[in-house]
């Protein structure tokens, strides 16, 4: 079946689709939330990127099962984006509006962003995710899950989330008293839920594989904290250990949470298009990688075109950026979802962004029950997977050509950024592959007796 034929005969499968937006969605909206408080964003960010990624970009994408949405692998990137613009911010303003101030400078980013990748796009630039060495991608992914999973510490003891390693590890005395024995027991049960379910026993019943582990942990932490708030436990958690979204009382106070961009002040940073063209590479191998990936699991073997998806991320990276959403791109974890679910056309991408905008509109005081720790707990996972104990023996497996570039991609991203990751990895790798190189042409001297024509 071609892409013409599959947008043509978009609803002629919404018996299998519409079942998959389903599981989709509510795969999606933990990871919305979780990857929205691992970036030190308003959690409402999260859920305005699922939307962007389920109804824009499904509905531009040729991609017939690739569902995008806020990326774990931007996470870092955000998180230090923010920090660092937050920091240019007024002094006369409290500690809340300074984190405002550096959001609305992030979010020009995030539009630059999509505008190089739309750039990416009409100029064919979709067949560079089959030239980048793979050694720094995995780098990259690595360096990206190491992060994630550190930064999930704080969160998953339930003190505050902008709290350090080293800080937890040398202040342990301090901050001890603040420590959430509620937060630590909820996270614990989740990571077990997590385990659980990517036991290969799990994945083969049919039941779990619709019943996605992130949902039953969502569930879990939301009864488990209100049974310990019915019974008055010391367990109960409150305040900030719980997700915020706003409640709207009518259409303009909903329309008043949207962020907007601040133009006025970035776009005279050069901070900011250095950060939108990180956003635009990092978010664009991201894509093709899952792209590739996406193809290759579609039971009916359909090819996606590349530069057309660079150019709905794109896209969907500008309107998420001009409305308060985080950067989106296509993920694996929901587009696995979705083909595991029966989904055969991106009709169910788009109905499951419909499902997100549900969410926020019918019941955000639902969400607000969910405990911080439960999407730590998701993240944990996340994290790991990215930088999974097997990557690195088969990279060490393959030799010092391939392992270095990895380790100091990953090492370097954890360590300083992204940025100088990617470029370090890269150059190192282009070092090794240019050295390992042998001159395809031999000279040999006239006046050797040996030479023969």
Same mark, same amino acid.
């Given at each position: ?9 978009? %609803? ?11 599981i989709? %969605? ?8 979780g ?13 305005? #990127? ?19 949405? =806020?990326?774990a692998?931007? *996470? ?15 002094e ?13 400078l ?9 505008i190089?990748q ?15 060495? /793979? ?20 969160n998953?003891?339930?003190? !505050? ?16 008293? /603040?420590? *959430?024995?509620? #937060? ?10 997590? #385990?659980? +379910?990517e ?7 049919k ?6 582990? =992130? ?11 209100e ?6 436990s /010391? ?13 709207a ?19 005279t940073n ?16 991201e894509?093709l990688l899952?792209?590739? *990936?996406?193809? !290759?699991?579609?039971?009916? !073997? ?17 309107i ?16 696995? #979802?979705?083909?595991q679910s029966?989904?055969k056309?991106?009709?169910s *991408?788009?109905?499951?962004g419909f %499902?997100v905008?549900?969410?926020l ?7 607000n ?8 707990a998701i ?8 930088a ?5 023996k088969?990279? +060490?497996a ?21 940025? +100088? ?8 790798a ?12 031999? %000279?040999?001297?006239?006046n050797?007796?040996s030479?023969? +024509?």
């Amino acid at each position: 079946m071609s892409n013409q034929q599959n947008s043509k005969n978009i %609803f002629s499968n919404i018996k299998q689709d519409f079942p998959a937006s389903i599981i989709v %969605f509510l795969v999606a909206v933990p990871l919305c939330l979780g990857i929205a408080v691992a970036s030190g964003a308003p959690p409402l960010s999260g859920i305005i #990127a699922g939307i962007i990624g389920g109804i824009v970009v499904g509905s531009i994408s040729n991609s017939p099962l690739g569902v995008s949405g =806020p990326a774990a692998g931007l *996470a870092s990137i955000v998180a230090v984006s923010i920090s660092d613009f937050t920091l240019l911010s007024p002094e006369n303003l409290s500690d809340i509006q300074k984190i405002q101030y550096g959001f609305e400078l992030f979010l020009v980013s995030v539009i630059i962003g999509g505008i190089i990748q739309l750039i990416l796009g009409f100029l064919k630039g979709g067949v560079v995710g089959y030239y980048f060495p /793979n050694s720094v991608i995995l780098g990259m992914l690595g360096g990206i899950g190491v992060t994630i999973f550190m930064k999930q510490m704080p969160n998953i003891i339930g003190i !505050k989330s902008d709290t350090s390693l080293t800080e937890i590890v040398f202040n342990f005395t301090e901050i001890s008293t /603040n420590i *959430a024995p509620g #937060a630590i027991l909820i996270c614990l049960l989740s990571v077990g839920i997590l #385990a659980l +379910w990517e036991r290969p026993f799990m994945k083969k019943n049919k039941v779990f594989s619709l019943i996605q582990g =992130p949902l039953v942990v969502v569930f879990l932490g939301i009864v488990l904290n209100e049974i310990f708030l019915k019974i008055g436990s /010391n367990l109960a958690l409150v305040d900030s250990n719980l997700v915020k979204l706003p409640i709207a009382e009518n259409l303009n106070e909903f329309k008043s949470f949207f962020a907007v961009p601040n133009f006025a002040e970035a776009l005279t940073n050069p901070n900011i298009y250095i950060t939108g063209a990180v956003i635009a590479l990092v978010a664009s191998l991201e894509t093709l990688l899952c792209l590739e *990936a996406t193809d !290759k699991l579609d039971p009916d !073997k359909r090819i996606s075109d590349p530069n057309r998806e660079l150019k709905a991320q794109g896209i969907g990276n500008i309107i998420s950026g001009l409305i308060g959403g985080l950067p989106v791109t296509q993920v694996i974890v929901r587009s696995s #979802a979705n083909i595991q679910s029966g989904g055969k056309t991106k009709l169910s *991408a788009i109905i499951h962004g419909f %499902f997100v905008l549900a969410s926020l509109v019918i019941f955000p005081s639902l969400l607000n029950k969910l405990p911080i720790s439960s999407l730590a707990a998701i993240l944990l996972m996340v994290g790991y997977k990215l930088a999974h104990p097997s990557k690195f023996k088969e990279m +060490w497996a393959k030799g010092n050509r391939q392992f270095a570039p990895f380790i100091l991609t990953l090492l370097i991203i954890y360590y300083v950024d992204m940025l +100088w990751g990617i470029s370090i990895g890269l150059t190192i790798a282009i070092f090794i592959i240019l050295s390992s190189l042998k001159p395809a042409i031999f %000279f040999q001297s006239l006046n050797d007796s040996s030479s023969s +024509w």
